[in-house]
């Protein structure tokens, strides 16, 4: 029952919108789903790097550790704002192209599929948020009378990564069903634009954050 409830409460945290999953809507649009899921691993990859830290014991040091999370805050808002500027670069790029013209799928940019794991496993390694949720909100649902912590740290971790997968594939599926509709790139450029600048927004956001 305690792993149903977590479930529950885990898929609602990694569906809320963030840095992770705005990549994963963006992949999709510009490689399809298949390609927006590889990405996702590199996600997945940080996540089970943590889950890992908090098995080994490393989970209240790291979150008691006010340099360590400055450091990681810091390098996640220079990781947001260079994908913002990178984004936001690519629409106004596009400006000579006619805006009525619909984009085709081979004209778009079709970044490789490392290229989007490695912004994924950048992205949510670098989230002082992503780190306390592992040493914070999981440790939450251990059981004391439920057996070994480190065996149900273990389990909790690999049950959010499924919610987390899960949740990503939901944002990865809007992007492709995106792509599908073959928007003009007068639409194309202001999507660029939208999430370049909500990406900045959220380095600001968390540059302003007490770490």
Not at 93 to 110: H, L, S, T
């Amino acid at each position: 029952m305690w792993i149903t409830s977590f479930l529950a409460v885990a898929l609602l945290v990694a569906l809320t919108p963030g840095a992770n999953n705005l990549l994963a809507l963006r992949h999709g649009m510009v490689r399809g789903f298949g390609g927006a899921m590889v990405g996702v691993c590199g996600r997945l990859v940080a996540f089970a790097v943590l889950v890992v830290a908090v098995v080994a014991g490393l989970g209240p040091l790291l979150s008691a550790s006010e340099w360590a999370l400055t450091i990681i805050k810091w390098a996640g808002v220079g990781y947001l704002a260079y994908l913002g500027v990178t984004i936001l670069w690519a629409g106004f790029r596009r400006r000579g192209e006619p805006d009525e013209a619909v984009v085709e799928p081979a004209a778009r940019e079709r970044p490789t599929l490392s290229a989007l794991a490695r912004k994924e496993f950048l992205v949510a390694i670098t989230n002082p948020k992503a780190v306390l949720i592992f040493t914070a909100f999981v440790p939450q649902f251990v059981v004391p009378a439920g057996g070994s912590v480190t065996t149900q740290l273990a389990v909790l971790g690999a049950c959010y990564l499924v919610a987390e997968a899960v949740a990503a594939g939901a944002f990865a599926a809007a992007g492709s069903v995106i792509r599908a509709v073959r928007l003009s790139y007068r639409a194309h450029r202001r999507l660029d634009r939208a999430t370049g600048g909500v990406l900045l927004g959220m380095a600001g956001l968390l540059a302003t954050e007490s770490p």
